[in-house]
């Protein structure tokens, strides 16, 4: 004998239906979170800094990751058990672990040169083979709350169907917000952004510094407390107008290189521990 779902409303075609919009809804949102936490912060801060191309990592991640995560959560929609929805998005972190390391160091190096196709000879990233650590750690941190995020989905997307007010509609999404919101940050400040980021950012500082001081005589203590002197060799590169962007880096992410496009010419610096050591010119902007 056949036994009948304890709430038949949930066996409509319309409400299965609705279920698996709402799913496919979740699963977009929860990866447009994800990437706003992971990169988007990181590419705003970088857009009020002088960073060149600032929101292209965010924009490729986002479309990658929604697309995914749509994907996800109409598959855990459509399962409705909340075991099979936890394996789904357990699986969706391995592709999210994996952006996490090969969007800053592989994608968006490929990337850039399409908008600007002098840095296809000006960047020099490199992958290392313990950079696969990396992916394995960023998974380990987004299990976590991917796990929970699939848990809660498929009750949480019931819930949310048939409520009638708008905080019982969008509370699964909001909930995913605050999962989303811990597991990227924790990945934009524990890999390899952070590093890129500051250094990016310390060569901005220093800038500023020499820009705000043209034409006058610096304070010695000051202009050594900001690294002035790395700047010395291409003095007549700068301008006021530039954009910045990590050309290369070693592999423990302490000395990096930061390309800066002038008016008239490419500067590269060495930056070490977040403070730039030499710039040198290294093309002509045309």
Known sequence: MKLQPLNPNLERTDVLREKHRYG????????????????????FVLSTHH???????????AVICMAVGAAAGWLAALSDKALVALVIWLITGFLFAWLAVHLPLTLLPRAMPLLEP??????????????????????????????ITGILQVP??????????????????????????IAGSLLDNGLFNQPMRQSTLAVDRTLQFILANQGQEMNSAEA??????????????????YRLV?????????????????????????VVFNQPVLCEVVGSVP
């Open 246 to 270: 990590v050309s290369g880096y070693e592999s423990d992410f302490v000395d990096l290189t930061v390309l800066i496009r002038f008016e008239r010419e490419w500067v590269e610096c060495e």
């Open 24 to 43: 496919l809804w979740f699963g977009l949102f929860v990866g447009l979170e994800f990437s706003f936490f992971a990169w988007g912060i990181d590419s």
């Open 118 to 147: 002098q840095l296809g000879e000006l960047l020099h990233y490199q992958y290392f083979s313990d950079f696969r650590q990396g992916i394995g750690l960023a998974y380990v941190w987004l299990a976590i709350f991917l796990a």
């Open 224 to 241: 050594r407390r900001m690294h002035a002197a790395a700047f010395r060799p291409v003095e007549g590169s700068i301008s006021s107008e």
């Open 51 to 61: 960073g060149l191309f600032p929101w292209l990592k965010f924009a490729i991640g």
């Open 156 to 181: 949480m997307s019931h819930s949310a169907v048939f409520s009638t007010s708008v905080l019982g509609k969008v509370m699964p999404i909001l909930t995913a917000l605050v999962l989303m919101g």
